[in-house]
């Protein structure tokens, strides 16, 4: 075995490493021109992988197997193209084996790695991988800083706002076609999915609450310099019981979130004030940003926010949607598809 890869649970440790050693070999069976190598990233490589226990069965496992892609430099578009159409089969074939969805990212080269090696993802990824086909991380992430926690950019932060906000707005989309349940008997808190049912949107609704309730503790640890690569270390440093109950559910997630969803989006809209407070220089004006912008969207967007990096644009426009439990805006979502 590689590496412990579920939360203290050897048998789906087992069930991750038997599963990563047969995909390798299908990978390196395709011999994919212009493709250097395969690794596990995510919390299955960082023995944080989620476990759903199941009384009288084998446990299952409840989080994405995400692997990460890397291409030679100098790979063209096209060639990342048929990287990514090569391994689809394999995602399908794993994702309907398994239960949960076996993801490959885009093909990255090594110096687009480089070029983002201060993003939360990328220095998650090279201090906690598995090697699976092709050449080594060791190789593969060789020029790659590894750099502090507490050295993350405060705009990782903002990052993390706007893919949890992104998720609130989807989890009250899903909502409204499953059937989610309260002790409160109050419609409006979204907080119970029972998993037997097969209902999968009440289970991304209790998922994605979650998320918000972790991405909101992990924001504020990064604005203030305090971000710790382990969910436990973070935990202890934020000393908050939410988001101990949060780390605690991603672990062994339960019918029942951690709270419901209005008890999320205020936790959400309180990190976005208090990171806006703390880090006046997030909103800093730039030829750059708006040439990005524009490059990207063929249009200038809203004036009010011209000039601002991408992100800090989306967060601006989300917040509106996410506090009055809006649908999300087409163009917003478009926004945050192209810049998370």
């Given at each position: 075995m590689t590496a412990p890869h579920a939360y203290d649970c050897p048998a789906a440790d087992r069930l991750v490493d038997d599963?990563?050693?047969?995909?390798?070999?299908?990978?390196?069976?395709?011999?994919?021109?212009?493709?250097?190598?395969?690794?596990?990233?995510?919390?299955?490589?960082?023995?944080?992988?989620?476990v759903v226990d199941a009384e009288g069965s084998a446990p299952r496992l409840s989080n994405d197997l995400d692997f990460y892609v890397v291409a030679e430099d100098g790979a063209s578009p096209a060639d990342l193209a048929a990287i990514a159409a090569e391994l689809r089969p394999v995602s399908e074939k794993w994702t309907a084996r398994l239960g949960v969805d076996v993801d490959f990212s885009p093909p990255k080269t090594p110096w687009r790695i480089r070029h983002d090696e201060e993003r939360l993802m990328i220095q998650e990824l090279v201090h906690g991988y598995c090697d699976v086909a092709g050449r080594p991380g060791a190789e593969l992430f060789r020029d790659v800083a590894r750099r502090d926690p507490s050295a993350l950019p405060a705009m990782e932060a903002v990052r993390l706002?706007?893919?949890?906000?992104?998720?609130?707005?989807?989890?009250?989309?899903?909502?409204?076609?499953?059937?989610?349940?309260?002790?409160?008997?109050?419609?409006?808190?979204?907080?119970?999915?029972e998993p037997s049912n097969g209902d999968?949107?009440?289970g991304f609704v209790a998922r994605n609450i979650n998320k918000a309730i972790l991405g909101c503790g992990d924001?504020?640890?990064?604005?203030?310099?305090?971000?710790?690569?382990?969910?436990?270390?973070?935990?202890?440093?934020?000393?908050?019981?939410?988001?101990?109950?949060?780390?605690a559910w991603k672990f062994r997630p339960r019918p029942e979130s951690v709270c419901d969803w209005e008890k999320a989006r205020d936790a959400w809209l309180s990190a976005v004030d208090g990171i806006g407070s703390a880090h006046a220089t997030l909103r800093a004006r730039s030829l750059r940003a708006v040439l990005r912008w524009i490059a990207r969207r063929r249009t200038l967007g809203a004036p009010r926010t011209l000039g601002l990096d991408p992100l800090v644009r989306i967060l601006d426009e989300m917040v509106p949607a996410v506090r009055d439990r809006a649908p999300f805006p087409p163009s917003l979502r478009r926004d945050w598809e192209?810049?998370?």
């Open positions: 599963a990563i050693r047969a995909i390798g070999a299908e990978i390196d069976a395709l011999a994919i021109p212009r493709l250097l190598g395969v690794v596990l990233g995510g919390g299955y490589a960082r023995g944080e992988g989620g706002l706007v893919n949890r906000g992104a998720g609130l707005l989807l989890a009250a989309e899903a909502a409204k076609s499953s059937p989610v349940s309260d002790s409160s008997s109050e419609p409006s808190n979204l907080r119970t999915f999968e949107a009440a924001a504020r640890l990064i604005a203030r310099g305090g971000y710790r690569w382990r969910a436990e270390e973070r935990a202890e440093a934020l000393g908050e019981p939410l988001y101990a109950a949060a780390v192209i810049f998370n």
